[in-house]
């Protein structure tokens, strides 16, 4: 099986992305979508984007690796009554095979394609399927940052074996110089490619570690993490880590809950 699809299929993303409904509806409603505008969201997991985009009335074909996650997607938007003009597939945001070009007036991907395996391929197929004059727009988690899923991801690589050869951080698209390159070799000039840094707010009914815990149930590179870190013996020293980590960043003002916000870079992309 291609490695990222089992990544992603592992565990259950769903009850991560339960705690990031609030703010993809408000990254949604600052993009300036408009009815019936045709929108490409890449790597969309169960619709965290997805569905607030069809509720403004655009026309939304969600893609993603994971097939529950796709599957997930389908059923949420049936529950609203959106089937109509939001649907999901699976598909690899480095080959978008079956999708046209030149299509989509939008094509979203928040913290989604910054994880497939080929980022040069990625750029591209975002810039081919999208329309002349549409846009692309895409927040990445960004490497070195002090908040929270740049420092998850820190702390869990130092249990975890090292990657393959060739790998390719997902954290190198939250660098603005990568992100032109990638772009540029696309056809984007850089003038034509922006940049901002934005705040994406986790919110959880529960207490810090009882959010670590379902980081640990149901997150797939947490998941791997912990494997890892039980066959050396060091999978309590990990949790007391990202234990840590999340009390130290939690800023909920009521006792027993969790209100996290990371920082993630924003990238828009005027298609030429």
């Known amino acids: 099986m291609n490695p990222n699809k089992a990544l992603w299929e592992k565990g259950d993303f769903t009850r991560i992305a339960e705690t990031m409904r609030d703010s993809g509806e408000s990254l949604v409603q600052s993009l300036g979508i408009q009815r019936g505008d045709r929108v490409l969201d890449l790597g969309c997991g169960d619709g965290t984007t997805a569905l607030p985009e069809a509720r403004l009335g655009a026309e939304v074909l ?48 928040i913290f989604g394609a910054m994880f497939a395996p080929k980022p040069f391929d990625v ?93 640990r149930r149901w997150y797939g590179p947490t998941m791997n993490a912990f494997e890892a870190a039980d066959r050396s013996g060091r999978a309590e020293q990990l949790r007391e880590e990202l234990e840590a980590l999340f009390q130290r960043q939690n800023q909920a003002s009521e006792a027993g809950r969790t209100t996290i916000p990371a920082t993630f870079l924003r990238v828009t992309v005027r298609v030429p």
């Open 62 to 109: 969600g893609v993603d690796i994971a097939s529950n996650l796709v599957a997930a997607g389908n059923a949420r938007a049936a529950e609203e009554g959106l089937s109509s003009r939001c649907r999901f597939q699976e598909g690899d945001a480095s080959d978008l095979q079956g999708i046209e070009s030149d299509r989509f007036d939008w094509v979203v991907s």
């Open 123 to 215: 750029a591209r197929e975002m810039v081919r399927v999208a329309r002349p004059g549409g846009r692309i727009v895409m927040g990445n988690w960004i490497p070195g940052d002090p908040t929270l899923v740049s420092q998850i991801l820190k702390i869990s690589s130092a249990y975890s074996p090292p990657p393959p050869e060739g790998f390719v951080s997902p954290m190198t698209w939250g660098v603005e110089g990568n992100v032109l390159e990638r772009f540029e070799a696309a056809g984007v000039p850089r003038e034509r490619i922006d940049f901002s840094r934005e705040s994406y707010t986790f919110r959880f009914a529960g207490a810090p570690a009882e959010f670590v815990d379902r980081f």
